[in-house]
């Protein structure tokens, strides 16, 4: 069965302080790899893509990497506005659906 | 700027009563989804339609049904409304094979 883990669930950042989210996976055949960001009251918003193993894709302070098992959301001295909860989503080869983990909920602290 | 509207973004309703939430699209997606989400939790898949006149449901058992009678348009209804329907509700869109989905800003629903 597909399954998409997060961690950590909630995670408190000085600003300016770098860290890393992971997203790990379990899926019989990636076709993608997703990150989102959701903040209160509203859908997710659509990040990154990510295909195959070994890719990044960077967007501002927020670089997105992969691996056969994971995946990482590193935030490069994050501010104040990066404060959301970032979902992760995989979609198997052989499927049409997404399968989402619960999403790390991240606070920057000016 | 969304291109994915859902309405009502609030409701409160009283159990039993009969409750229709909106979803369109104007990217001419033909895949659409309806999501379930609780606090810190992961989305549920619901319902989903991959055209007009075509939909299944999802891993989460519902209640709900949908219709796809128009390429945009994507209703949810519930029939009878529960308090353990407490929840938000979320459409979203993709275009076919592996493009992310395009998600609207959900419906809030308290039932009573």
Redesign the interface.
């Given at each position: 069965e597909d399954q998409v883990t997060q961690s950590p669930e909630a995670l408190r950042l000085q600003e300016g302080e770098s860290s890393s989210l992971n997203c790990s996976y379990t899926v019989s055949g990636l076709r993608g790899l997703f990150w989102y960001r959701q903040d209160p009251g509203k859908g997710p918003e659509f990040l990154f893509t990510l295909y195959s193993a070994g890719e990044e894709k960077e967007k501002e302070r927020l670089k997105a990497t992969l691996t056969k098992k994971e995946s990482f959301l590193h935030i490069t001295a994050p501010k104040p506005e990066d404060s959301a909860t970032y979902l992760c989503a995989v979609q198997a080869r052989y499927g049409q659906n997404f399968v989402f983990g619960p999403g790390t909920r991240l606070s920057v602290l000016p | 700027e969304a291109d994915i509207y859902?309405t009502p973004r609030y409701l409160v309703i009283g159990t039993g009563k009969k409750i229709t939430l909106e979803c369109s699209q104007t990217m001419g997606h033909d895949?659409m989804?309806w999501y379930q989400q609780d606090p810190?939790?992961?989305?549920h898949?619901i319902h989903?339609s991959?055209g007009v006149n075509s939909t299944e449901k999802?891993d989460l058992s519902s209640e709900s049904t949908v219709s796809r009678i128009r390429t945009e348009h994507f209703p949810l209804t519930l029939e009878s409304a529960r308090p353990s329907h407490t929840s938000q509700y979320?459409c979203?869109s993709s275009e076919m094979g592996?493009s992310?989905?395009?998600?609207?800003?959900?419906t809030?629903l308290t039932v009573t």
């Open positions: - | 859902q895949k989804y810190g939790m992961e989305l898949l989903y991959y999802g979320l979203a592996n992310p989905l395009h998600f609207g800003n959900g809030r």
